[in-house]
């Protein structure tokens, strides 16, 4: 994790750059074939594979989390030592196209899908700044001045938050049913913010209250 931190604090000076990068990919991926996934279609085994191949909007999805996660790859093997992370990167694409099929039990399997490449492509945009980000501030946690929090709001869709606290980081995502000042992530992290004043919740239901540094 002190590598994908390291990534985001670079990154913050190179937006531009991967924001190019990542439309050339997308370009790219798109002129290969229209309304074509990143994958080739003869190798689909799964049901949502063959929907993936057979729908525009899901194959435009699955090519542009291609592009996406090719732009966040380069940033990682950019940097020295990475080959664990590297490896752990594409270990985690891999365990998320299985979760992806998963949809396949859903009511709406292809609205399931969708959501399901909308979160893994907003997730990625935020963890390695490839999307326009506003200027990050610090929580003080649990009235202790050494429990800093590092909050930062990207512009992705759905819109996250992300979260630099003891080393690790956490991507929220915003929650639309509500009065769009709560963030939410799969794993149990939460991010309310009311004034200045944040409540947040990391995994296994440790909850507690930040104050916005000033």
Known sequence: MQVLIRIGLVSLFAFSGAQAATAAAEQKASAAGDKKPSFDCTTARHSIEEMVCKDPELAELDVKLAAVFESALKKVEALPNTAPEIRHMKAYELRWSRERN?????????????????????????????????????????????????????????????????????????????????YDSPDGTSFEVEGDMALVTWPKGNEFECILRK
Do not use: W
Request: aromatic residues 8%; charged residues 35%; proline residues 4%.
């Open 102 to 182: 998963e949809c396949a039990k859903s009511k709406d399997a292809k609205e399931c899908t969708a959501e399901s490449y909308r979160y893994r492509i907003a997730d990625l945009q935020a963890r390695f700044f490839l999307v326009k980000s506003e200027s990050p501030a610090v929580y003080l946690c649990r009235n202790n001045p050494k429990n800093e929090m590092v909050v930062t709001h990207l512009d992705s869709d759905p819109a996250t938050v992300r979260l630099d606290r003891g080393g690790k980081t956490a991507i929220t995502f915003k929650d639309d049913e509500g009065d769009g000042k709560r």
